[in-house]
């Protein structure tokens, strides 16, 4: 994938996140704070390319132009469906914006159906029930976990979300968000408490962690390392360079959030957003110090993981 091809991708994946309009202050300055921790190389910066879409001085048209090969507009449809996704069902403004984007691409009739099946098995994964019992913890007990029998799930989970960054499958990758939601439901459910996605999804944003912001930078992840090349994730990333960028920030984010999720609804729930903040943010970087030592198991699980049941568990 070229400089122009990549900038193009970063561009459209910041559209899409802001493509519904909300004024999520916490979302944005995640966002902002990826831009700047990207390098993608070449003469345009992150930080440039998210002032762009911010002051809109770039339109989807001029951004899909810029992508030639079929491949590359495949990969443009189906990380923009992902990051628009990422915290749930799509908005109107949301919508808009996919069928804009797939008008520039300009999908053939067989490419614009193969979209749509996209489209619609995305769907069926952003709004999947938080209460089934996932392929991470085969042999767990709904609502009744010790706190050793928590341990192991959560390190079941991040294990898991690390081989799903390893796979030949871009939903492997969109699983991830819905895994972590359950893993937090799970944790709540083990100390009395019954979630829904909307507490969920507000104590994620309260320690920090934007769903659509997580989701960008796991592509950013991709663009900063140059390891984009064609397809989506199966032919996106490649090798050592890759199980080090994308499986270690997906193991150390889904880690650090069901420890903070232990610590949280252990202690009542009466942590203040800023110790929720500093407590993630501490457990974040205990988890990237372990992510080394638990590669070889996240490869394992990528050799022998099943992802049309993975996918199974987390939609039923």
Not at 197 to 224: C, D, F, N, P, W
Request: overall charge negative; hydrophobic content about 40%.
């Amino acid at each position: 994938m070229t400089d122009q091809e990549r900038q193009a991708l970063l561009t459209l994946a910041i559209m899409a996140a802001r493509a519904d309009g909300r004024e999520d202050a916490s979302e944005h300055a995640e966002l902002q704070r990826v831009a700047e921790t990207m390098s993608l190389g070449g003469e345009v910066s992150a930080m440039t390319i998210y002032q762009d879409v911010v002051g809109k001085r770039v339109t989807v048209e001029q951004a899909a132009s810029a992508l030639v090969s079929p491949e590359a507009k495949k990969l443009a449809h189906e990380v923009c469906v992902g990051v628009c996704h990422a915290d749930g069902v799509t908005s109107d403004a949301e919508r808009t914006f996919l069928d804009t984007l797939d008008a520039s691409l300009g999908f053939t009739p067989q490419q614009s159906e193969a979209a749509k099946g996209f489209t619609a098995t995305a769907g069926a994964l952003a709004v999947a029930p938080l209460a089934t019992i996932s392929a991470a913890e085969p042999q767990s007990r709904p609502g009744a976990m010790t706190p050793e029998e928590q341990d192991r799930v959560i390190l079941s989970y991040a294990i898991l979300n690390g081989a799903l960054e390893l796979l030949p499958d871009s939903l492997a990758t969109m699983a991830i968000i819905p895994l972590q939601m359950k893993l937090v439901y799970r944790i709540g459910k083990a100390y009395g408490y019954e979630l829904d996605r909307g507490h969920i999804k507000e104590l994620l944003a309260t320690a920090g962690v934007g769903m659509t912001s997580q989701y960008v930078e796991r592509i950013g992840a991709g663009l900063v390392g140059h390891l984009f090349g064609h397809g989506l994730f199966g032919g996106v990333f490649g090798g050592l360079a890759r199980q080090a960028v994308s499986s270690g920030m997906s193991f150390a984010t889904t880690y650090a959030l069901g420890r903070l999720a232990m610590r949280y609804y252990s202690g009542g729930r009466v942590f203040t957003s800023q110790v929720l903040k500093d407590t993630y943010e501490e457990l974040l970087n205990e988890a990237k110090g372990l992510q080394g030592q638990y590669l070889p198991a996240i490869r394992e699980k990528a050799r022998t993981i099943n992802l049309s049941e993975v996918l199974q568990d987390v939609r039923a």
